[in-house]
């Protein structure tokens, strides 16, 4: 039973445009929502979070939106570059710290075309 | 600043087999996590350690064993191999158990195991 879901497996952009990365999650209890980005033969790098009591938070290029009501979130970058190209992997964490660890998706790879 | 690192990069092992899979933290960082990552999946959380006692584990079998040391640096120990545990394993470290305000986890390269 999969609590965090990604849907699409890839997505292709093109270079200057948004990118739009969705996330669904059926853990009500989740409360602190996470992105990773993982380039091949490297570990996932964190980029962004949002903890249950806001419905937006932006870090230069990347914005998350919580839409908690759908239990729903997005990433959104803008504009998109070369670089961006990587799998992200949304995840989630309940209440109690790190002894649960962190719920992940399977992940989207997004493709920036030029 | 030095990141997570592990070793080894790359290990094959045979059915039954038992095997130890290296973690240094970063510096500063006293909580490490391991997670399995299968083909097309995402990571997997195994079991955290903080302050060297196991602090919470994910649905793994008790063949799935850890340890922290004092400088923090951890190992994961997976007995008798089954072919399923083909896997890539990561360890990532914190600056705490918790998962929100500054407390992110920071993830190694990881290690691919191979059983045949």
């Known amino acids: 039973d999969q609590q965090v879901k990604q849907n699409s497996p890839s997505l292709s952009v093109q270079e200057g445009r948004i990118s739009i990365l969705n996330c669904d999650y059926t853990n009500s209890m989740f409360d602190y929502f996470l992105w990773y980005k993982k380039y091949p033969a490297e570990g996932p790098t964190f980029l962004i979070s949002i903890s249950s009591i806001k419905d937006k938070n932006e870090d230069g290029r990347f914005t998350v939106f919580l839409n908690k009501s759908a239990k729903h979130l997005s990433l959104h970058i803008v504009p998109s570059q070369p670089g961006d190209s990587a799998v992200y992997f949304c995840a989630a964490s309940e209440p109690g710290g790190g002894a649960d660890g962190l719920t992940f998706g399977k992940g989207t790879h997004l493709i920036i075309q030029p | 600043e030095t990141g997570v690192t592990q070793s080894p990069t790359h290990l094959i092992k045979t059915r039954g087999q038992q095997v130890t899979l290296r973690c240094s933290s970063q510096s500063g960082h006293n909580t490490v996590s391991w997670y399995q990552q299968a083909l097309g999946q995402g990571p997997q959380f195994i079991f955290q350690y903080y302050r060297e006692e196991e602090n919470g584990r994910g649905n793994f079998p008790p063949r799935f064993s850890g340890l922290q040391f004092p400088n923090y640096s951890s190992e994961l120990n997976v007995n008798a191999l089954e072919l399923d545990d083909s896997a890539l394993y990561l360890c990532?470290?914190?600056?705490?158990?918790?998962?929100?305000?500054?407390?992110?986890?920071?993830f190694g390269p990881g290690t691919r195991l191979t059983v045949t």
């Open positions: 990532a470290s914190s600056l705490g158990p918790q998962l929100a305000g500054g407390y992110e986890q920071y």
